[in-house]
């Protein structure tokens, strides 16, 4: 069976580094004024048991199953490939952007040098084309990331879902997201 690649974000055990975005900058060369990925901190809330507590929430293309930026680009530039992850073809984009403004989750930008759209890719391009986890995952100092194989039962992100509770981003717009959020206890879903 084909490799379907997915990432959970462990809300409990992210700290806001930002390890994860400087990596993501670095593997993926994106320059300073856009980002692929950003951990975005809300807070100080107050938790029902009186303490103060921040949540912290990754911010990057959910690598949906149910593309609406696939399907309104004329072109086929923006494509799913054999493993689910959605790219852009930069060579087949024409610039309408119609895929920016369909994204539901401000996944994409324009990539100031190529001119076309870009956002998050698990690295396709770089470390998962060489058998390496993405960049993000490797840095995280908590392991608040697991990626892997969703189609494969022995995986450690089927595992870890196994195991937690997790929830996906506007759920309600059958986009079918391939990144998986473990709640924070303290806090509650936010979606
Ligand atoms: S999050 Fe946005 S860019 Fe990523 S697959 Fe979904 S619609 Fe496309
Ligand atoms: S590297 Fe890990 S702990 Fe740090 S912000 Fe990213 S996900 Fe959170």
Redesign the pocket.
């Known amino acids: 069976m084909a490799k379907k690649y997915g990432m959970i974000h462990d809300n409990n055990l992210c700290i806001g580094c930002q390890a994860c975005s400087v990596a993501c900058r670095s593997e993926n060369k994106i320059p300073e004024s856009v980002y692929r990925l950003q951990v975005w901190v809300n807070g100080p809330t107050e938790y029902p048991n009186g303490t103060l507590g921040y949540e912290y929430h990754r911010q990057s293309?959910?690598?949906?199953e149910n593309?609406?930026?696939?399907s309104v680009c004329p072109t086929k530039a923006?494509h799913v490939n054999e493993e689910g992850i959605?790219l852009v073809d930069v060579d087949l984009c024409v610039g309408c952007l119609y895929?920016i403004a369909?994204?539901?989750?401000q996944?994409?930008y324009v990539h100031p040098v190529t001119k076309a759209p870009d956002?998050c890719t698990f690295c396709h391009e770089s470390r998962l084309s060489r058998g390496e986890e993405p960049a993000c995952v490797t840095v995280c100092p908590t392991d608040a990331l697991v990626f892997g194989d969703l189609n494969d039962p022995k995986s450690k992100i089927n595992q870890v879902r196994s195991e937690r509770v997790t929830y996906r981003q506007k759920e309600k717009l059958g986009?079918s997201?391939k990144m998986f959020i473990v709640p924070n206890h303290k806090g509650g879903i936010n979606s």
Do not use: G, M
């Open positions: 293309c959910v690598q949906c593309t609406p930026c696939v923006s959605v895929c369909a994204c539901p989750y996944a994409r956002k986009t997201p």
